[in-house]
T-cell receptor
Framework: DAKTTQPTSMDCAEGRAANLPCNHS???????VYWYRQIHSQGPQYIIH???NNETNEMASLIITEDRKSSTLILPHATLRDTAVYYC?????????????FGEGTQLTVNP | DGGITQSPKYLFRKEGQNVTLSCEQN?????MYWYRQDPGQGLRLIYY???????QKGDIAEGYSVSREKKESFPLTVTSAQKNPTAFYLC???????????????FGPGTRLTVL
């Protein structure tokens, strides 16, 4: 699976959009981009995933660049409860097993 | 309510003792996973099971053992051979073990193990 690079930490004001970047320059054509988040001392929670096109759900939007070498997770109106570590993961589709390789993620702190 | 349960939330053991962490799911998922997390770090895969009576080693299986006798249960035993067992242990499950794009993993609340 391709390696990802994320900033160690970010801050965001409550009510503003939080834009979390992820670099995955060695991503292969059949690898999806997944985002999970982990609130302190809890299990990770799935947020969103995508392959090529931009995706949106009730939690967030995922913007993937045309060359697919980077992506941005957008929380449109961050709240204090969005404070968490956000993990960007790329994973091959179609092989056996469903392993997720977690890096160290980005600690997002939403400030009042 | 459907979900994954792990018990207990906090566990203390003396050095040299084996300890078994519980993981139960009622989501009817075929695949289950165990991860370990150390402070300030991401998750590392210990063992995973794609189907009952079958399991594979992950990246850090040494000092751990698992069983998968029932679909809904995947207990993890931390043995005395594990040199640094103090950590946060997370169990997860997914519909099946394929790498299909919609096969997200659902995580339990975790067990924090402290070896004294």
């Amino acid at each position: 699976d391709a390696k990802t690079t994320q900033p160690t930490s970010m801050d965001c004001a409550e009510g503003r959009a939080a834009n979390l970047p992820c670099n995955h320059s060695t991503i292969s054509g059949n690898e999806y981009v997944y985002w999970y988040r982990q609130i302190h001392s809890q299990g990770p929670q799935y947020i969103i995933h995508g392959l090529k096109n931009n995706e949106t759900n009730e939690m967030a939007s995922l913007i993937i660049t045309e060359d697919r070498k980077s992506s941005t997770l957008i929380l449109p109106h961050a709240t204090l409860r969005d404070t968490a570590v956000y993990y960007c993961i790329v994973r091959v589709a179609g092989t056996s097993g469903s392993r997720l390789t977690f890096g160290e993620g980005t600690q997002l702190t939403v400030n009042p | 309510d459907g979900g994954i349960t792990q018990s207990p939330k906090y566990l203390f053991r003396k050095e040299g003792q084996n300890v078994t962490l519980s993981c139960e799911q009622n989501l009817n998922h075929d695949a289950m996973y165990w991860y370990r997390q150390d402070p300030g770090q991401g998750l590392r895969l210990i063992y995973y099971s794609q189907i009952v009576n079958d399991f594979q080693k992950g990246d850090i299986a040494e000092g751990y053992s698992v069983s998968r006798e029932k679909k809904e249960s995947f207990p993890l035993t931390v043995t005395s051979a594990q040199k640094n067992p103090t950590a946060f242990y997370l169990c997860a499950s997914s519909i099946d073990g394929s790498s299909g794009p919609f096969n997200e993993q659902f995580f339990g609340p975790g067990t924090r193990l402290t070896v004294l």
